[in-house]
């Protein structure tokens, strides 16, 4: 079993930044691909940003040029540093791992205009 947990998230003016990270425990060996999802209120979640465990990253297209997705393996962290946020990316942020297996327990993400 993989545990993990996320923290960064607030309220921050558009414009603003905030940075994510994810800590994960337990079976940390298992773990391959990381990623950050997001779910803001009547929406479906959707996929932010992922990190596979040799570093290829793959962002969203509203997402691009503004959010960096990063690890670091010795320390089973994964961070989303967020620029030049826009109240359109209010929501609850989410990590996963392995596609999904694993999930966190998310972080509101609340972007005031």
């Known amino acids: 079993q993989v545990q993990l947990v996320e923290s960064g998230g607030g309220l921050v003016q558009a414009g603003g930044s905030l940075r994510l990270s994810c800590a994960a425990s337990g079976s940390t060996f298992s773990i391959n691909a990381m990623g950050w999802y997001r779910q803001a209120p009547g929406k479906q979640r959707e996929l932010v940003a992922a990190i596979t465990s040799n570093g290829n990253t793959n962002y969203a297209d509203v997402v691009k040029g503004r959010f960096t997705i990063s690890r670091h393996n010795a320390k089973n962290t994964v961070y989303l540093q967020m620029n030049s946020l826009k109240p359109e990316d209010t929501a609850v942020y989410y990590c996963?791992?392995?596609?999904?297996?694993?999930w966190g327990q998310g972080t509101q993400v609340t972007v005031s205009s």
């Open positions: 996963a791992a392995n596609g999904g297996v694993y």
